[in-house]
């Protein structure tokens, strides 16, 4: 009898002990600078923030700038910043340019003998699927399910389903980069599952290529007109076509299939949506060369001293082609 009693004891001892432990598990954080989603999406400013920061991602590195607070640890914040690891890989691995600094491997990418552990490929890849992985959140985040769940109706919701248009556009974005410079790269979306020890399977390039063509093509009809007024800095109809160009362009390299006429298709798109090019070459590299927004520049990541501060982006641009003897000032900067 002592001993059934023991055991009874014991087993509810035990009991109360994980109920306190998932009830433990249960309770907001305790430290104020710890938000869940609830916290956030109690506010209905929240979303558009989130927004903001998927389209900083491509020109900022952080909460702070241009140095500290940075989105991605172990790696030097300036080498992650996303235009700075773009044009590294895009141009100066070409003869287009040349770095004029010695930062550690960066020599490697103009003699084309950079390797996989390099510390710049690195910066690009994680910058990459940082920001796939900040998408893919959103989506979760502003799925029917979620927004049903808060009550959020009326305006804010047709604002939202605006918001997961341009989301999806960034994420194909970022995918068509790590499709161009990586191949065959793991691949998530918001309907994967998260934790658990969850990993994603490896996608093959002309996978890749079918989905970023199939997400573009199905937002793009839905997207805000070519040009409209109050999108500078964001994504519209004709930055859609002019990604499905890109995409088209190389696709014979992706996929082993040519696609040209889909180049020329979107391509006129943009012309007769009122695109021209600016008729002062130099005025595009100017300071204000926001003045050429829906004329030219078609898609903008806008750079200034005050709100992006950064060691990348075009202050890497301007500055990367001088170093050693070299007068900045002579050189207009």
């Not at 658990?196 to 937002?219: M, V």
């Not at 964001?234 to 499905?244: G, N, S, V």
């Not at 008729?279 to 990541?301: M, Q, R």
């Amino acid at each position: 009898m002592k001993k059934s009693l023991y055991l009874i004891v014991l087993l509810a001892g035990f009991s109360f002990l994980l109920s306190s432990c998932m009830d433990d598990l249960n309770t907001r954080p305790l430290d104020d600078r710890e938000l869940t989603a609830a916290d956030v999406f109690d506010d209905p400013a929240s979303y558009q923030q989130f927004l903001a920061k998927l389209y900083a991602g491509l020109s900022v590195t952080g909460q702070q700038g241009p140095s500290g607070m940075g989105d991605l640890a172990g790696i030097d914040e300036g080498f992650s910043q996303y235009l700075r690891a773009m044009f590294l890989h895009q141009v100066v691995s070409t003869d287009e340019a040349v770095i004029g600094w010695n930062d550690q491997t960066i020599h490697d990418f103009s003699h084309q003998d950079w390797t996989s552990t390099d510390v710049f490929v690195a910066a690009f890849y994680y910058r990459i699927f940082y920001q796939i992985a900040l998408a893919n959140e959103f989506l979760r985040e502003t799925s029917d399910a979620n927004l049903d769940r808060r009550g959020v109706t009326g305006q804010l919701r047709t604002d939202i389903q605006g918001y997961r248009l341009e989301a999806r556009f960034l994420r194909a974005l970022s995918y068509w980069h790590a499709l161009d410079v990586f191949g065959n790269v793991p691949f998530v979306t918001e309907n994967d599952p998260m934790g658990g020890g969850f990993l994603p399977r490896q996608i093959n390039r002309a996978e890749l290529f079918t989905f970023i063509e199939s997400e573009l093509r199905e937002i793009y009809p839905q997207m805000a007109a070519p040009r409209s007024p109050g999108f500078y800095g964001r994504a519209d109809r004709a930055a859609a076509w002019m990604l499905l160009a890109k995409l088209y362009l190389n696709a014979q390299v992706y996929t082993g299939q040519a696609r040209f006429t889909e180049v020329i298709t979107y391509t006129t798109n943009i012309i007769n949506a009122g695109y021209t090019l600016e008729p002062n070459f130099l005025h595009v590299f100017n300071a204000d060369n926001h003045l050429s927004h829906g004329t030219e520049i078609i898609f903008t990541v806008p750079f200034d001293g005050v709100h992006t501060s950064t060691w990348g982006g075009t202050t890497f641009i301007i500055r990367g082609g001088t170093g050693g003897s070299m007068d900045p000032i002579a050189r207009g900067v």
